[in-house]
């Protein structure tokens, strides 16, 4: 401070009596602010009780976070904040306002703020930039903080932990597989394309609640539980998997297995998909329900088909189901239809029970296009005309089935038009 | 300061901001962050605080769905997550008596929790497992809709400051032990334990809710008490409790809370401390007491009277008083002891600092307008008296009126405020 005589002591206002401080910011500049602004900020009060940045010869040092521009924003917000006579509306439209900045300085405050310890300011900032996160789509996100999209197509098609149990991120997930399905067979001739367009307008939700009797869910490792329990997976490289299905309190029995993988897919496959789905508009998939069988034999012949030898199968008891319970796993079949999974053994149905599951598939396909109302109360009173439907050869296989590229192309579709941002 | 368009400037923020910001989105937002890019692939397993509510999963038609998808988004993401976890909320109306809550709890046990919110749906209560007594380091505890069971072993939680139990199913000394056995509690909120006679023993303790239906509140060892807020309930058992109690309720509650600052009572609780209440032989103070709201307070009953009189006068600081009468009284044409209001109301005091006066649910009764005139007499400082009649007054609205502008006031800012039409 300037030597002063006592009359000027006298004269001098309280005002201009104000202490001031120094501060350098990382690039060596030096800014001088009143003290009481500054100590708003902890780090800079901690340093002034250690003697720092009374003069200019001994600024403080801010943190290498804290630029300039930054600084002079710190000090704004400082500078309204620490007046104590403000009320809580004040503050707050004061806020509103001063968060308005574009992204990169909101980051950079954040950054800033909190290298200063200053709370308040890092909780304003973070709740901006939540904001700017929160509903967002991630290509929005990505848009808006410049991230890049880098995940490599390994780590992109590695299944995404589901626990949202969001339709989308497992369409996505299915959709990821296909690909990478694609990647290891480059080089296979791929098939004719198809046109055809679903128009069912049905959410994904509510046509896959249905085919999973709206009691069981699925998540991107293929793990299907039941509303009997049961587990159904995926096998290693997606050979087979099961289809359970149960009644009442009878344990549950599977009536078809087929082969699969994960089978929604992008433009290309789409194609692909909607040919054979045409083909086989009119022989959809079936679903029948079955009374008990001997459910541990069924468990045996899974194991022995299992490829992978990961294959977890088990019953067990259904509680209180009185609606037929379609079980199935989301995992479509593959596109190539081809290739038949090598340890399959069930080739061969019987022409009765060809017939009987054309019927069944014509039945489901007719349902599935009826109003969701509608198809409950049709299962509620199918469900007591097909109980004494016997089965007795309960495992298909249904690789080369038109039911299983049916359903896969109806999801395809539906995926891409709800999952298209996802595409 | 301008980089390259294609630069992120959030991903390198440190862990502890993007912990901030993700603790600000909802939590399945905050896991959809997973597939922005690589270096947001596990920013979300680290954060310590979770909040899981019943949007954490797509609403469902059927609840079961919704209770299996909710148990399962939980279980994943526990699953998933990596480091502490300091605060867990969990909030919903689908689950209640789920046994994997037990296996939640028993996880995060593990975890060093400190604040746990557990706030259940409607119907079968939840029993509290013997691991939650194990955690440590609990410093802030929640249950709502729980049935809380220590084992013999338990010792308190030591680091307990803030306790809330609503609706929970707890044995009387349980709670008494309890709270002793936590030395550091300085919350306490208890609501809708039914019919608990309480003795309150916490030294540190300074804010007190309680609703319900008590028999007896003791506050006993509660010397740093600051805020009271007491509801107390009627039942037919409780009614008889206190014909036949014979202690002073006033000093048994009020005795030992030299630091009170703040004192609110619901429903009963007048009543409750008119009680054996003799205006006291030795006075205590509350020095420290600026704001008391009684609520249905019945002007009829003259102890009643007597407890607002007690505390007015000696509490010398008082700011603001809310009261409000009790709305079924007819307005009675016979009133005993009006004459204490000339013989025995102490006539010298003086309420120093009392500046704000809120008299509702007022029905004319003519102890209410002696109370009036007793307070505009005798608050030098007044500047509001706002007076509300009863919605059940129609035609003493006048005569109240007539009565009020006759009053006299020592304090020449004082404004009466009369509120006609209340909606």
Known sequence: MYPMSDADRQVIKPEIMKSYIWLQTADDSLQEVEQEVATFCPFICHEIHKGMGSSKNYPISLPQRVNPGTLSLILDYCRFHQVSGRSNKERKSYDEKFIRMDTKRLCELTSAADSLQLRPLVDLTSRALARMIEGKT?????????????????????????????????????LYARKRKELKERGKPKSVEVEGELVDDRSVDDLLSFINGGTSTVDSFGIRTTPCGLVLKRLNHGQCCSVFMGIGEDLCTPIWRRSDSKGVRASKSKKKNRRRKDQLKHAPM???????????????DIHKESNGGDFICHNSKVHNHSVPVLCETLKLQDIEDDRFAPEDELDDLDPAMKEIIDREVEDFARRLNS???ERIQELLSLDQERRPLPITRPIYNLRSSPCASYFR??????SVQSGASYA | MDSAFGHDFISDLPQSIIETILTKLPLRDAVRTSIL??????????ITQLAFDDKCVTPSHDRAVAEINLVKFVSRFLFLHDGPIH??????????????????????????????????????????????????MLARLELVRCEFDPPPTFRGFLSLKYLNLQQVLVAPEVVESLISSCPLLESLTLSYSDSLALTVRAPNLKYLILEGE??????????????????????????????????????????GVPCLERLIGHIYFTKYLSIGNDLGKVPIMYPRLKVIELYQVSFEDMKEILVILRLIVNSPNLQELHISGSSNTSAATECPDLEFWEMECPSDCTLGQLKTVKMTDMSAVPHEMKFIRFLLGNSPLLEVM?????????????NMLVELVRLRRASSQAEIIFIQDQI
Not at chain 1, 286 to 300: D, E, G, Q
Not at chain 2, 37 to 46: C, F, G, P, V
Not at chain 2, 386 to 398: A, E, F, M, Q, R
């Open chain 1, 138 to 174: 991630p290509e929005e996100i990505r848009e808006t903080f410049h991230l890049p999209d880098d995940l490599t197509e390994e780590e992109k098609l590695e299944p995404l932990r589901n626990f949202a149990d969001d339709p989308r991120i497992r369409l996505l997930n299915t």
């Open chain 1, 286 to 300: 079936s679903c029948s329900t079955v009374n008990s069988t001997s459910s541990s034999n069924n468990a045996i």
């Open chain 1, 371 to 373: 109003d969701w109302h």
């Open chain 1, 409 to 414: 192309t109806l999801l395809l579709a539906l």
């Open chain 2, 37 to 46: 890019s690589t270096k947001w692939r596990y920013k979300w397993a680290t």
């Open chain 2, 87 to 136: 605060k867990f909320t969990l909030s919903t109306s689908y689950l209640q008596n789920t046994p994997e809550i037990d296996q939640w709890l028993l996880f995060l046990s593990r975890k060093d929790i400190k604040q746990l919110v557990l706030e259940l749906g409607e119907g079968e209560l939840f029993r509290v497992p013997s691991c939650l007594f194990t955690c440590r």
């Open chain 2, 214 to 255: 008590f028999k007896d509140i003791c506050l006993e060892n509660t010397p740093l008490l600051v805020a009271i807020s007491v509801a107390m309930y009627m039942t037919d058992d409780i009614a008889e409790h206190f014909e036949h109690s014979s202690s002073c309720n006033f000093e048994k509650f009020l005795g």
């Open chain 2, 386 to 398: 706002s007076i509300t009649p009863s919605i059940y007054v129609t035609d003493g609205k006048l």
